[in-house]
């Protein structure tokens, strides 16, 4: 954030009760703004937001929204949380908005930009596993496959989900080699992990349905430090954000990473590290066993 010691002024302001003010506006790479007035009176915030877009090359407002903070918080890692009261049975948008106001070292963000984001917390338990290349069996590669897809091709695997429970003969190479691009593991150790047919050479894939889609607001990576390592492989220790909880540590791991001369990389090891700051890792739904699959979709 620039500028931030006016937060940092406004948030010790408000911690006293005390009357203060200040404006915080959020950019994005498509050029829409969201500005937001907050104000500390009395010990409570009201926040005032707007957001602008563009169109016809002209700014357009097309959303408003005012409201008195129902909690706040401003954290020692340097996060300001702000919650939008919501009503028990609410099924919007959640409240929650976080900023991070101390800014994060540049190469942190080069390195979460280009290893971990495209991974993240979404719909794979990579980052919330303690596993390495002897130790992997609570990997999902089912997830990993599709993650990784994503990341070796720039779209999505061409099997089509549907709720009613759909199942598909994914080819011994295509899949062996996703998931072999990015992970240390032989043909035999990811035959190991998943539903292999070794007659025609394929691997069952069950895409996710209605019974096992996931909580659709995880939390984001942040790599807040990093260790280049003699054999040339990276630590990086990554925390999450999970701006709903209002946290800024809900899961905390050190993620070893070995970069290639090309530009590529793949992950080797990933070791959770406990702290008292940490939360249930409770946006990951796991992938339905066998028994469930049946149980939901054997009369389809």
């Known amino acids: 954030m620039v500028n931030r010691e006016k937060v940092?002024?406004?948030?010790?302001?408000?911690?006293?009760?005390?009357?203060?003010?200040?404006?915080?506006?959020?950019?994005?790479?498509?050029?829409?703004?969201?500005?937001?007035?907050?104000?500390?009176?009395?010990?409570?915030?009201?926040?005032?937001?707007?957001?602008?877009?563009?169109?016809?090359?002209?700014?357009?407002?097309?959303?408003?929204?005012?409201?008195?903070?129902?909690?706040?918080?401003?954290?020692?890692?340097?996060?300001?949380?702000?919650?939008?009261?919501?009503?028990?049975?609410?099924?919007?948008?959640?409240?929650?908005?976080?900023?991070?106001?101390?800014?994060?070292?540049?190469?942190?963000?080069?390195?979460?930009r280009k290893y971990v984001m495209p991974l993240g917390y979404a719909l794979n338990n990579l980052l919330i596993t303690n596993w390495d290349n002897q130790n992997y069996t609570e990997l999902d590669f089912y997830d990993l496959y599709e993650k990784m897809y994503y990341m070796k091709y720039g779209k999505q695997v061409p099997y089509e989900a549907n709720y009613g429970g759909a199942e598909y003969e994914v080819p011994k190479d295509e899949f062996e080699e996703v998931i072999k691009t990015y992970l240390p593991f032989s043909n035999s150790e990811i035959e190991k992990g998943t539903f292999y047919n070794s007659d025609n050479r394929t691997f069952r894939y069950r895409p996710r349905g209605l019974y096992d889609c996931e909580f659709p607001y995880e939390p984001y990576p942040e790599v807040i430090s990093y260790e280049k390592l003699q054999d040339g492989t990276l630590k990086l220790t990554i925390e999450a954000v999970w701006e709903i909880r209002m946290l800024d540590q809900a899961i905390t791991s050190e993620l070893m990473i070995k970069p290639m001369e090309d530009g590529s990389f793949q992950y080797l090891s990933n070791k959770v590290i406990k702290s008292d700051q940490n939360a249930n890792a409770g946006w990951y739904m796991p992938r339905l066993t066998e028994e469930e699959w049946e149980e939901n979709y054997s009369n389809n």
């Open 8 to 112: 940092e002024e406004f948030c010790k302001a408000a911690e006293k009760a005390e009357q203060a003010a200040v404006d915080i506006v959020v950019v994005f790479d498509e050029g829409e703004i969201i500005q937001y007035h907050l104000e500390s009176m009395n010990g409570k915030i009201n926040v005032r937001l707007c957001q602008v877009k563009w169109k016809d090359n002209s700014p357009q407002a097309n959303y408003y929204d005012e409201y008195e903070a129902y909690e706040w918080k401003y954290t020692e890692k340097g996060y300001l949380f702000l919650e939008e009261y919501h009503p028990p049975g609410f099924d919007g948008a959640p409240g929650e908005t976080g900023f991070r106001v101390q800014p994060l070292d540049k190469t942190c963000r080069e390195l979460n």
